[in-house]
């Protein structure tokens, strides 16, 4: 089944404590993409990459890291999470990406205290 | 700076009838316009696209109209059904289409 996977779905975790989330696309996809939505704001770009270690920012990266060494994965690293990064994280991909057309992950609910 | 903008976040409409969601833009770059619908607990789904060369796209009960002049795309929904109720979000992109800008959602609630 062709789909985009990202863990963990939940997480509380404290502030400044490292933490990844992993995504991982299964349909051979040059493009992923990082999103995060929060009420009222909408879906927001944090970092993309358009291919094996191509990455560039989105509208929001400040306080995150993203890196891709393999196609099929494009992990969100927070290195010092701060309550303002508190939020539904969506990881999405993309083959041919002048259509578009995203496929997203379930989204991965974070809360810092 | 919101440069797409629905204004509504939430629509009522009876099962049968029309929906109607709206969506505005400010920069005149954009040149491709998406719809994604969104179900709780899941990532939104890809549902309709145009390119600014056409006005009109149509697949099935969905059809999506744009007017460059007024910066404005609207997704129509004929008839409506239960199953469509969700949060929708409009969606534009530039050039090379390295990102994607989305809309703030507008949560459709189809009533029996």
């Known amino acids: 089944e062709a789909q985009v996977t990202q863990n963990p779905r939940y997480l509380i975790t404290v502030t400044g404590k490292k933490l990844t989330v992993t995504c991982s696309q299964n349909?051979?996809?040059?493009?992923m993409s990082w999103y995060r939505q929060d009420p009222g704001l909408g879906l927001r770009q944090i970092y993309y990459?358009?291919?094996?270690?191509?990455?560039d920012k989105g509208d929001v990266p400040e306080g995150y890291k993203v890196s891709r060494k393999e196609k099929r994965n494009f992990p969100l690293i927070l290195e010092s999470p701060s309550p303002n990064q508190t939020s539904l994280y969506f990881c999405?991909?993309?083959?041919?990406?002048?259509?578009?057309?995203?496929?997203f992950g379930e989204g991965s609910r974070l809360t810092v205290l | 700076d919101q440069q797409v903008k629905q204004n509504s976040p939430s629509l009522s409409v009876q099962e049968g009838r029309i929906s109607i969601l709206n969506c505005d833009y400010t920069?005149?770059?954009?040149?491709?316009f998406l719809w994604y619908k969104k179900y709780p607990a899941e990532g939104p789904t890809f549902l309709i696209s145009?390119?600014?060369?056409?006005d009109k796209n149509e697949d099935g009960r969905f059809t999506v109209f744009l007017n460059k002049s007024a910066k404005h795309l609207s997704l129509h929904i004929v008839p409506s059904q239960p199953g469509d109720s969700a949060v929708y979000f409009c969606a534009a992109s530039a050039g090379t289409a390295s990102k994607l800008t989305f809309g703030t959602g507008t949560r459709l609630q189809v009533t029996l």
């Open positions: 145009i390119s600014s060369i056409k």
């Open positions: 349909m051979n996809h040059e493009y």
């Open positions: 999405a991909s993309s083959f041919r990406w002048a259509t578009g057309e995203l496929f």
């Open positions: 990459s358009m291919n094996v270690e191509v990455t």
């Open positions: 920069n005149s770059m954009f040149d491709y």
